[in-house]
């Protein structure tokens, strides 16, 4: 996965919203552009994933036998999911140094390169959508879950990382409070199932931030 | 057979994978494969005894995630695990060497994490001391992605033990790992530190790691090692694609090119290592040649000193009474820029003095170190003439620094050399003594002799010492200025060292400087002179240097000159402030702020610094922050206004600071991201918008200790803390601080902020106020300093 490839499918408008900016603005919108420009030179997309059987067990979702994930909202998202997708994706460490320097020089820019690369990882989750799609032509996705949504404890995270051996892998780590580092950095789950799914899309019903989101008190919503 | 026996040898062999092996046993993923160590022993041992049957003459234990982080939840302590692993490997060692093998702690270090760098040590000296213990016969560090914990882990390795050490990282095929760090980076430091061996580990197939590795050859001396993986895995099976007799002939023929340890990593299983050993029977070894010019280096970029190299040397309080105010005031922020600021003109190493008799020097040091490495990539040149401070840098700095500086006084010599040999860094030696300056271009030569003596007798090599001959004021001893420049080419034809010199002194006391510097400059180059010390931001000496660059061939078929001057002539100065149509106000407003400045620049010669701020500053952010509220404006253009006026702030700071006026401040606060969060640019916003209300922000970063904050609002006696945090997991870290705040300084105030946060839980976790974003932690702020009331 290429950080032009991943550049080139960024949509402004997620940018604009990432760095505050709800409504039409046109230097604001070039400075989106231009950070997406900027970053396509930084970026190092890396990603590494696996296709896991999924067990449903009382004490959570067992994938492959090794990984536990408790969460009633992730059983009730893979019910009638045999298999999952775990992915794991960061832009890397050079990412996060860019933009600290940009803070120095120039804080509303490093504002939208910040935004941007946030809109960049989701990128590259589609992207990696997409090639599941290609591997599992007659499979139904479900949403991507996260650790940390619903009543998944984000706590999971080191270990669903040593499931899939990313610290080797693509050097993505969490800290000791979950935070995955490098910074912009995503985990989630796919459920894959021969039927029609009931979570296909994001919604704000299993959000635990839905009642004092900043997006949702303006109408709007965080996801695509 | 002894280790030492064993180094002598043309090539040894290493071992193959152990993951992959324990795999093949069907271990799950995600398991801490050194449990095994005491749960399935026997396997472990068929392993190592297996490698040993192939030809293996160093088995690594199975050690590599031994940690008390990766342990941590096993039930099972370091001690334990390596202990049972090392007797393992020496069960099966047969005449082979057991190595204790570290590998990473699996978490991200500072700047990228929120490990640092000591603890990563206390980590890595665990391993190590129970390694000593249990009988090692050597250690292994191996799968570093970050150059930062390799240093961790080497420090580590030398200061709790005397075993050989080898180190080995990981690269992708762009030749930089995952940290950016690149691979003469990685060897210049690892050489630096001590290793007895350099090299690659996992990363790619041999052949593309084999020629990686040639990159090492380039700036080592040391005996280079190659553990590649067996190709790369597919993506659905996790195979590897390369099998044993390919990988073999790639190893063979990095043999042939210089590498001496071989072996294989993921992938790679007893089938691999035995056709390893057929093939290279017959090859003959390459013994490497012996490296004479200098390189220094941070994490992610080497800098070879084959030509002339600027040192810039802004970051330092002489004569800076800016400066001077940042270091008082704790602003990192404005040492951060003055880095960039001379990187960007041109600079390839930056000074670093912050020397103030006011503060802790070391404890300032060790700061501005860390923090200047996690924005710039220019090596560094520790500039301090404390012991402490000089080691204190030179242990936490990310690369091969320059220690700036000894003398020929004894006293001086046989303190600093030993630590600029322990950290394997290059010395400035000045050639002045407890006599003073000399006079006499031989004088000056018989110091310079002194000191590289002295320090070859360290062993500290030729190439890593520097000379400063000195530059004496031509105004009041005019003649010295030829012996300068003659004791330079002594130096570098005669004693074979480089050559490092501050310019700018020359001038002192006569008209047209800049044209006396230049002149100066350009004969120090001709004599020799490869290190000049100097401003970058003035383009006078830079052209010079490019021009001498070019005309000494070191710029070949004039590339950069033209590249640089090739265009049009460049703009030689910023549009005049009276051409500008806009107010100050406007300025600020419209978020310009290079107009701002001049704008604040002209005002200031007939207006008070203080009727600038109240009428034109503060206005245009307020009629910004007003229209922000009711979502007329968006936060990027809050900023811009907000960086227009810190622009404007910075000239009015500047000139009151060179007329001897300390600043006004309409309060003190202080900002910081609470403990175990690593979240700051929203912190840093409403930083930038306290600044431009007047008020002095105390940045205490991210990932901050509760003691630390209450520490500071203490000593520094401030009246209102900030805290953000970002995640569910660390709003408990920030209820602690505010519980330890309201113990140890009742009538301190404390507003919170951070997305996860809301009124009622801010109000529930103790804080006194709750701020939704930047715009409303200056109204707190005013209120509570009694404004707008």
């Not at chain 2, 003459?57 to 342990?71: D, H, S, V």
């Not at chain 2, 290793?195 to 990686?212: M, Q, R, Y």
């Not at chain 2, 002194?450 to 000195?470: E, M």
Request: charged content about 20%; hydrophobic content about 40%.
């Amino acid at each position: 996965m290429t950080a032009e490839r991943v550049c080139t499918r960024i949509p402004l408008s997620e940018v604009m919203r990432y760095a505050g900016c709800h409504g039409h603005d046109e230097r604001a919108e070039q400075m989106a552009a231009d950070s997406i420009q900027a970053l396509s030179s930084v970026i190092r997309p890396r990603v590494v994933s696996k296709v896991c059987r999924v067990t449903q067990t009382p004490d959570g979702c067992l994938f492959d036998d090794a990984l536990l994930i408790p969460g009633n909202d992730l059983s009730a998202l893979l019910n009638g999911c045999d298999q999952a997708a775990l992915l794991a994706c960061t832009l890397s460490a050079q990412t996060d140094a860019f933009i600290r320097k940009a803070e120095l020089s120039d804080l509303s820019n490093a504002l939208f390169l910040d935004s941007c690369a946030t809109a960049a990882v989701e990128v590259v989750c589609d992207l990696f959508e997409e090639e599941l799609q290609s591997r599992y032509p007659d499979m139904k996705r479900t949403m991507r879950y996260s650790p940390g949504y619903g009543d998944v404890p984000i706590t999971v995270q080191e270990e669903f990382l040593s499931f899939l051996d990313a610290p080797r892998k693509i050097g993505l780590c969490a800290t000791a409070s979950s935070i995955l580092t490098p910074r912009k950095s995503v985990t989630a789950i796919i459920g894959l199932s021969k039927t029609e799914v009931s979570h296909a899309k994001r919604s704000c019903e299993t959000c635990n931030l839905k009642d004092h989101c900043q997006f949702r008190q303006k109408g709007d919503f965080c996801g695509r | 057979m002894d280790v030492k026996t064993l180094f002598d040898q043309p090539f040894i062999l290493l071992d193959g994978a152990m993951g992959t092996m324990l795999q093949q046993k069907g271990v799950k993923p995600g398991t801490v494969m050194e449990t095994l160590s005491i749960t399935a022993p026997e396997w472990i041992e068929d392993i190592h005894r297996a490698y040993r049957a192939a030809g293996s003459e160093i088995l690594y234990a199975n050690t590599f995630g031994a940690n008390r982080l990766k342990l941590e939840k096993t039930g099972y302590s370091v001690e334990q695990i390596v202990s049972a692993s090392i007797s393992i490997a020496k069960r099966a060692a047969d005449g082979a060497l057991c190595a204790l093998d570290i590998g990473p702690t699996g978490k991200l270090l500072e700047p990228n994490g929120s490990l640092s760098f000591e603890e990563a040590y206390e980590v890595f000296a665990e391993v190590v001391k129970a390694g000593v213990s249990a009988g090692a016969d050597l250690i292994v560090i191996e799968t570093m992605t970050d150059l930062y914990e390799m240093r961790a882990a080497l420090l580590a390795a030398k200061e709790h033990s005397t075993l050989p050490v080898l180190c080995t990282m990981t690269f992708e095929a762009d030749g930089r790992t995952f940290t950016g760090t690149d691979i003469r980076s990685a060897a210049i430091s690892m050489t630096a530190l001590g290793a007895d061996a350099v090299g690659i580990n996992c990363s790619l197939g041999p052949k593309e790691a084999g020629l990686l590795v040639q990159t090492m050859h380039e700036v080592t001396d040391l005996p280079t090692i190659l553990k590649p993986n067996a190709g790369l895995p597919d993506p659905e099976t996790g195979a590897y694609d390369v099998d044993a007799l390919q990988f073999a002939v790639d190893i063979a023929a990095a043999a042939s090119n210089g590498v001496s340890f071989i072996g294989g990593c993921c992938g790679t299983t007893p089938a691999y290592i035995r056709a390893v050993k057929q093939a290279i029977a017959n090859i003959k070894p390459v013994r490497q040649a012996k490296k004479d010019a200098l390189f220094v280096c941070s994490a992610t970029k080497a800098v070879p000193i084959d030509r002339v190299r600027v040192i810039g040397e802004r970051i330092n309080p002489t004569g800076k009474k800016r400066f001077k105010e940042a270091l008082l005031n704790r602003e990192i922020d404005y040492i951060l820029s003055q880095g960039l600021s001379q990187v960007e003109a041109g600079a390839d190493i930056l000074d670093v003095n912050v020397g103030l008799p006011q503060i802790d020097e070391t404890e300032m040091m060790v700061t501005v170190v860390k923090a200047l490495q996690s924005v710039v990539d220019a090596p560094l040149q520790i500039d301090s003439s404390s012991k402490e401070a000089i080691a204190c840098a030179l242990r936490v700095y990310n690369g091969k620094a320059i220690v700036n500086s000894v003398n020929g006084d004894d006293e001086v010599l046989d303190t600093v050399l030993p630590l600029v040999k322990q950290y394997g860094a290059a010395v400035v030696g000045l050639t002045l003594d407890a006599g003073g300056i000399r006079k006499t271009t031989e004088e000056r030569f018989a110091i310079a002799k002194k000191i590289v003596d002295r320090a070859l007798s360290y062993g500290i090599p030729r190439r890593d010492i520097c000379i400063d001959c000195l530059t004496l004021t031509a105004s009041a001893e005019q003649e010295a200025a030829m012996e300068t420049i003659r004791a330079v080419r002594m130096v570098r034809e005669q004693l074979g060292v480089n050559a490092v010199l501050g310019v700018s002194n020359i001038s002192f006391g006569l008209p047209n400087r800049p044209l006396v510097n230049r002149t100066f400059l350009t004969l120090a180059m001709g004599a020799g002179l490869n290190l000049p010390i100097m401003n970058p931001n003035d383009t006078e000496m830079m052209d010079a240097v490019r021009a001498y660059a070019m005309l000494a061939c070191d710029d070949l078929h004039a590339n950069e000159f033209v590249a640089h001057y090739g265009a049009d002539t460049p703009q030689k100065k910023a549009e005049p402030a009276a051409s500008s149509t806009h107010t100050l106000h406007d300025a600020v407003f419209h978020g310009l702020r290079t107009e701002a400045a001049s704008l604040t620049k002209a005002l200031l010669s007939d207006t008070d610094p203080m009727t600038i701020v109240n009428t034109m500053l503060i206005p245009a952010l307020d009629k910004a922050g007003a229209l922000f509220e009711t979502g007329k404006l968006f936060l990027p253009q809050l900023i811009q206004c907000a960086q227009a006026a810190q622009a404007s702030f910075g000239v009015i700071r500047e000139t009151m600071a060179s007329q001897g006026n300390t600043s006004v401040s309409k309060g003190k606060i202080i900002l910081a991201t609470v403990k175990g969060d690593i979240h700051d640019i929203g912190k840093n916003i409403v930083k930038v918008l306290l600044e431009n209300y007047g008020f002095t922000v105390i940045d205490l970063g991210r990932d901050v200790a509760p003691e630390r904050i209450v520490q500071t609002a203490i000593e520094m006696d401030v009246p209102l803390v900030g805290l953000s945090a970002l995640m569910t997991t660390t709003l408990q870290s920030m209820e602690q601080t505010i519980a330890l705040l309201k113990q140890k300084k009742p009538d301190c105030v404390v507003m919170v902020g951070g997305a996860v946060l809301t009124e009622e839980y801010a109000q529930k976790i103790g804080a006194d106020y709750y701020s939704k974003d930047a715009k409303q932690s200056v109204d707190i702020a005013q209120h509570i300093f009694g404004e707008n009331e």
